[in-house]
């Protein structure tokens, strides 16, 4: 009886428990956003290093290393890509508050982005001569990677002594694609070999690797001139007995397959090509448009904006020739000296396109980003095969925005300057990145760009940034520099029958440079098929949702508000940016 009133008690203790004891709190979809971006960051020690995703001792060890170059690293991303894809199924779409909905449609587009090319990883050869790894590795390092102080330093010098083994695997992973007859156009192997020898042609002091981090410690006060000097030393150590060995190598391997490969430039010399190709425009355009039917867009592009071209030169006295050979003329006529004096005028004279271009989109924006940008040359051993680019800033702020422009013979020169500033600066890339990056409404993968970017938005949204400030008087007085904004996207329709041209219809190199493109980009199409369409596919579609809106709007309609719509929408394939703008005209249509 005893035992019973002792027993009893604890029972009811037992029962209060299970009937009192809370629910475990259900995982949200933000929950969700926040911890699959972690461990896609995790595993993306680049990507956690140019964002300064992390903080303390974790942060710290990801900056310290440089993402390996192999194929299972690859498909480890595309493993966990389907991961995100089947946890992202798992929510119910109507229970979504809008911003939830369209992150949702982003990251399941991105993803499945990822998973759609593991048929075709093979066809990315690791070392060429615009993105490979010796191309990636400096820009990493001299670029990307923060530098503010003595930890950051450190942590420079620490990812340099990691350079070798990438380039070690990125040799084995060439040497298993050549085996399977995976192998670059002979063309493209030479401008590799040609740029890997220009990195190596200094002494180890004179590398990029030396010279960019003594040129960022030096701007870091925190980091006394004797701790400078002693990374320094050792950073000059690693690239002489590691870096310089490694390149050499790899160019061994480059001169191997010199006399296997053919001249052959389209995907289309690959089994599959055609899907492969398939997939690069999807991915690119973020459309289902055909090569042909992108051909014929790029074909009816040329034919107009040439007819609005050759009005202007006539008017400017331009009459003999071709409009190709006329521009070529204009472009001789304003070039600056190649010289180095002529390299510090052209940069002035950017500096100053940009400062007024701030200025001026006061006008058209209410929205403008707080992170500063800044303009620099490309390294010299990059001049040759780069293209104008822009990295964002820092999300930390412990880095602007960077404009690179290559200052080879071609772009030595005033015509199209003006537009190539607008398009990668203000109101252009700049502009859309950093906003996006600067919006804390929307989850932080998106502001990231955590896992990759749509360049059908990014590049159209530059492209339109060109054509509007055409249009909003910004070259008033200057008939020469309203020429080369219409050159910029005459160069633009070029490429979408460029790129089709040499991935699907055969198309050999010495064509396209015959159509009116510089063989340098031509070589940036070979190995980056689809990407050159986004521009003008993009730009026509922003076009396209701007005269929609104008159209719903009437005299309702706000230049500012829309661009409001399309840079708040962030980085989102172009159906989603549609049903974007269509949600801004019911809002403001009181729907």
């Not at 956003?33 to 964002?51: C, E, G, I, L």
């Not at 940008?373 to 990059?382: D, H, N």
């Not at 190539?420 to 890339?429: K, R």
């Not at 340098?520 to 579609?541: D, F, T, W």
């Amino acid at each position: 009886m005893q035992r019973m009133r002792t027993i009893a008690p604890m029972l009811a203790v037992l029962l209060s428990g299970i009937v009192y004891a809370r629910p475990v709190p259900q995982r949200t979809l933000d929950d969700f956003f926040k911890d699959f971006t972690t461990q896609w960051m995790r595993a993306n020690p680049n990507q956690a290093a140019s964002t300064r995703y992390f903080t303390g001792a974790e942060q710290d060890r990801l900056e310290r290393q440089i993402a390996p170059a192999t194929t299972d690293r690859r498909r480890e991303r595309i493993r966990l890509a389907r991961q995100g894809l089947a946890e992202l199924e798992k929510f119910d779409r109507a229970q979504m508050t809008d911003t939830q909905r369209v992150s949702s449609d982003v990251m399941q587009w991105l993803l499945d982005s990822v998973v759609r090319e593991e048929p075709y990883l093979d066809y990315t050869f690791p070392f060429e001569q615009f993105n490979g790894v010796n191309v990636g590795l400096p820009n990493t390092l001299t670029v990307v990677h923060p530098l503010l102080n003595e930890k950051d330093a450190a942590n420079y010098v620490a990812r340099l002594g990691q350079v070798s083994a990438r380039i070690e695997e990125a040799i084995t992973e060439g040497r298993r694609l050549s085996d399977k007859g995976m192998i670059p156009p002979r063309f493209i192997i030479r401008a590799t070999i040609k740029q890997m020898n220009d990195f190596i042609a200094p002494p180890p002091a004179q590398n990029p690797f030396v010279t960019a981090f003594a040129e960022r410690a030096s701007r870091a006060n925190s980091i006394s001139s004797s701790k400078r000097e002693e990374l320094r030393a050792e950073a000059e150590k690693i690239v002489a007995a590691q870096v310089y060995p490694a390149w050499r190598k790899a160019i061994g391997l480059l001169q191997s397959l010199e006399s296997r490969a053919t001249d052959d430039a389209g995907i289309w010399r690959f089994k599959d090509g055609a899907e492969a190709y398939s997939y690069d425009l999807r991915r690119y355009t973020t459309t289902s448009l055909t090569a042909d039917e992108i051909h014929q867009i790029g074909l009816r592009e040329v034919a107009r904006i040439e007819m609005e071209m050759d009005t202007i030169l006539r008017r400017l006295g331009r009459m003999q020739g071709s409009v190709n050979d006329r521009i070529a003329r204009l472009r001789e006529d304003l070039k600056y000296p190649n010289t180095e004096d002529g390299r510090k005028i052209i940069m002035t004279d950017v500096e100053t396109i940009l400062r007024d271009a701030e200025k001026r989109a006061a006008i058209l924006f209410d929205r403008r980003p707080k992170a500063p940008i800044v303009a620099q040359p490309f390294p010299r051993f990059r001049e040759a095969n780069a293209a104008a680019n822009y990295t964002a800033p820092a999300p930390d702020g412990s880095r602007p925005g960077v404009f690179q422009i290559p200052l080879r013979v071609e772009r030595m020169t005033k015509f199209g300057l003006r537009s190539l500033v607008y398009h990668e600066t203000v109101p252009g890339h700049h502009f859309q990145i950093a906003l996006e990056l600067e919006n804390n409404t929307v989850p932080r993968f998106r502001q990231i760009r955590a896992f990759g970017g749509i360049s059908a938005l990014s590049e159209g949204w530059g492209l339109y940034a060109e054509r509007l400030a055409a249009e909003s008087g910004w070259y008033e007085g200057d008939m020469e520099g309203l020429l080369g904004q219409l050159d910029s996207e005459l160069f633009r329709a070029r490429r979408l029958v460029v790129d089709t041209g040499i991935h699907a219809k055969h198309w050999t190199r010495q064509q396209a440079i015959d159509y009116g493109i510089e063989a340098s980009e031509i070589e940036r199409y070979v190995v980056n098929p689809g990407q050159a369409c986004s521009y003008m596919i993009g730009e026509l579609k922003i076009m396209e949702l701007r005269e929609k809106a104008k159209k719903a709007l009437g005299n309702r309609f706000s230049l500012q508000e829309y661009h409001n719509a399309v840079l708040s929408a962030g980085t989102v394939p172009l159906e989603l940016l549609e049903k974007e703008v269509d949600r801004y005209i019911a809002k403001k249509n009181g729907n």
